[in-house]
T-cell receptor, first 113, second 111 residues
Framework: NAGVTQTPKFRVLKTGQSMTLLCAQDMNHEYMYWYRQDPGMGLRLIHYSVGEGTTAKGEVPDGYNVSRLKKQNFLLGLESAAPSQTSVYFC????????????FGPGTRLTVL | DQQVKQNSPSLSVQEGRISILNCDYTNSMFDYFLWYKKYPAEGPTFLISISSIKDKNEDGRFTVFLNKSAKHLSLHIVPSQPGDSAVYFCAASDTGNQFYFGTGTSLTVIP
């Protein structure tokens, strides 16, 4: 089992460019999440999904869109990147909500110039 | 405003002794609490969880204590080992869907 994988691992964008981050999990989990981690801020939830075809906003959703067309994939899109979106992005999945363990991917380091 | 706070950015403990990491929260509706460990350049890994119907949960060397009236939880690691050196995050949620994370405590276990 690969667990949770994220593509790409690193990316540099110019302001205004767009990109999509891909998260894939092979554990048949229903729930998937996108977080960002900034220095001194901990992890903040961007968007999450409780099942295929569903998405919901988290704590910091502005400037991002997501899609969950297949159960195993959760895509995070930046339509027009801004320097404030420079961060490390983590994807996670879990079999359910509540106190269920979330399994995290290795992260994507994004720099927006 | 930070709903989950870890007021100690760092902690150093001697190998074999107890490590106590603290976490405070402001939302009395939070019912689910998780602790994660994170090494540099890796994603967080789950350690232990607790829901509000309990005040203690144990898993091997790790024990989490929850004091709902004080809106406080703590993670105890006994005995501490050098491999426990990492950043520890607590996270809390009311619905069990959206979790709020603290800013982390960097634990160093000295051999």
């Amino acid at each position: 089992n690969a667990g949770v994988t994220q593509t790409p691992k690193f990316r540099v964008l110019k302001t205004g460019q767009s990109m999509t981050l891909l998260c894939a999990q092979d554990m048949n989990h229903e729930y998937m999440y996108w977080y960002r981690q900034d220095p001194g801020m901990g992890l903040r939830l961007i968007h999450y999904s409780v099942g295929e075809g569903t998405t919901a906003k988290g704590e910091v959703p502005d400037g991002y869109n997501v899609s969950r067309l297949k159960k195993q994939n959760f895509l995070l899109g930046l339509e027009s990147a801004a320097p404030s979106q420079t961060s490390v992005y983590f994807c996670a999945s879990s079999y359910g909500g509540g106190a269920a363990e979330q399994f995290f991917g290795p992260g994507t380091r994004l720099t927006v110039l | 405003d930070q709903q989950v706070k870890q007021n100690s950015p760092s902690l150093s403990v001697q190998e074999g002794r107890i490590s106590i990491l603290n976490c405070d929260y402001t939302n009395s509706m939070f019912d689910y609490f998780l602790w994660y460990k994170k090494y540099p350049a890796e994603g967080p890994t789950f350690l232990i969880s607790i829901s509000s119907i309990k005040d203690k949960n144990e898993d091997g060397r790790f024990t989490v204590f929850l004091n709902k009236s004080a809106k406080h939880l703590s993670l105890h690691i006994v005995p501490s080992q050098p491999g426990d050196s990492a950043v520890y995050f607590c996270a809390a949620s009311d619905t069990g869907n959206q979790f709020y994370f603290g800013t982390g405590t960097s634990l160093t276990v000295i051999p």
